[in-house]
């Protein structure tokens, strides 16, 4: 049976003050939405702290985007984004990870997150994509992610955070919970010499356990 929406507004909400509590986002920022049975897009509301929200502070959008109701985040053509091109999306994170942020900004040379270091990071996600930067609230936003979608469902966003996508709510939580840990990891390492890889046999088998387990978020 499908989760009734009374329940995934809640869930929502609990979300929201999970990653305020890991001190994933700060105040007002970061968004969260799920896809209800119906096909419309509850989302979390612009301005609103995500530490104090109520479920019925939650916004709803039509997936062509036009508001049913309440005043939805501003980033919520990223959302949409997601949705459009991924069918098994439910939910979508999207928090302001403070060390995955400065990774980002320390290493703009990275076009992915390292991989070859970390099973985990293999085992539960794959790989991790890091998108350029667009501008937030803007169209741009969703366009960058494209060609990343439907693949990936952990993608670090250039100087704006991590966004996860799920086939539920704590799939997408997961995701970003996981990328901050992952990066905090590795900030450790390169403060005291570097990150070592794996050989290039293990790495291979890590990937052939993680195609066996599918593509969720772990």
């Not at 991989?115 to 539960?124: N, Q, R, T």
């Not at 070592?196 to 387990?213: D, G, H, I, S």
Request: overall charge negative.
């Amino acid at each position: 049976m499908a989760p009734r929406e009374d329940d995934l507004r809640a869930e929502v909400c609990d979300v929201c003050r999970r990653l305020h509590g890991r001190n994933l986002l700060a105040a007002a920022d970061g968004n969260v939405s799920v896809r209800l049975e119906d096909g419309t897009i509850a989302i979390t509301p612009s301005g609103v702290a995500k530490n104090r929200m109520a479920p019925g502070d939650l916004a709803l959008l039509d997936p062509d985007g036009t508001v049913l109701a309440g005043r939805p985040s501003t980033e919520r053509l990223m959302h949409l984004a997601v949705y459009r091109a991924c069918p098994e999306a439910r939910a979508v994170v999207h928090a302001h990870p403070p060390t995955a942020i400065a990774l980002s900004l320390a290493r703009p040379d990275w076009a992915w997150l390292p991989s070859d270091a970390l099973p985990e990071v293999i085992l539960a996600a794959g790989a991790v994509p890091i998108v350029p930067y667009a501008r937030p609230g803007t169209a741009a936003m969703g366009e960058v992610l494209a060609p990343f979608l439907p693949e990936r469902r952990l993608l670090m966003l250039s100087r704006h955070g991590a966004l996860a996508w799920g086939e539920d709510l704590e799939e997408a939580y997961r995701g970003v919970e996981r990328l901050e840990h992952v990066c905090q990891i590795l900030k450790a390492a390169l403060e005291l010499g570097g990150a070592a890889a794996l050989p290039p046999e293990e790495v291979e088998a890590l990937r052939e356990a993680r195609a066996r387990n599918g593509r969720r978020l772990l």
